[in-house]
């Protein structure tokens, strides 16, 4: 007589594969924008590529360009959608529109730091507001809505007379 044997043992090998995750958000750390006057170091920021360009290559890389950083020395610095020529005194042909909310977002620095998938930015309404950055007592939040309908968040963590630290995370 003979009986089937089936194992119940965890350490089987198993030829489960776990299944991928796809990621839906871009996260990039510790971008710098330079101080407007500063011509070296860039203000032009793309969410595809986490590259950030200077006045110079603004033009040649406009279908990839979607927020732009206003700096001074002083505290009246702000984020402005690349199209925004009076803002950022760079004119770029064919530049990208994007929706910008510098103030009152309601978004703290820890709930920034729990975006961790497109749909976390669901709830969150971006409303062109044409304001400064209230305050520069960091982190601070700032969000955007790029003309392709994918919204991101910019975390203000330090600055000085040269550039602005920040973190970047946007949905695919």
């Known amino acids: 007589m003979s009986f089937p044997f ?62 732009a950083y206003v700096g001074s020395e002083s505290t009246f610095i702000y984020f402005t959608s690349p199209d925004d020529s009076s803002s950022t005194e760079v004119d770029i042909p064919n530049a990208r529109s994007t929706k910008v909310m510098n103030a009152k977002t309601g978004v703290t620095g820890e709930m920034f730091d729990d975006i961790d998938e497109a749909d976390d930015f669901d709830s969150i ?22 003309q392709d309908g994918k919204k991101g968040a910019v975390k203000l963590k330090a600055i000085n007379a040269t550039r602005l630290l920040v973190d970047i995370k946007v949905v695919k």
């Open 6 to 67: 089936i194992s119940c043992s965890s350490d089987d090998d198993s030829t489960q594969e776990e299944p991928e995750v796809e990621e839906t958000i871009l996260s990039y750390q510790d971008v710098e924008f330079g101080q407007t006057t500063d011509a070296d170091m860039g203000i032009f920021f793309s969410s595809s590529t986490g590259e950030v360009f200077n006045s110079e290559e603004a033009a040649s890389n406009a279908d990839v360009i979607e927020l």
């Open 125 to 146: 309404e971006v409303v062109n507001d044409n304001e400064a950055i209230g305050t520069l007592e960091f982190p601070v939040v700032v969000l955007f809505e790029t």
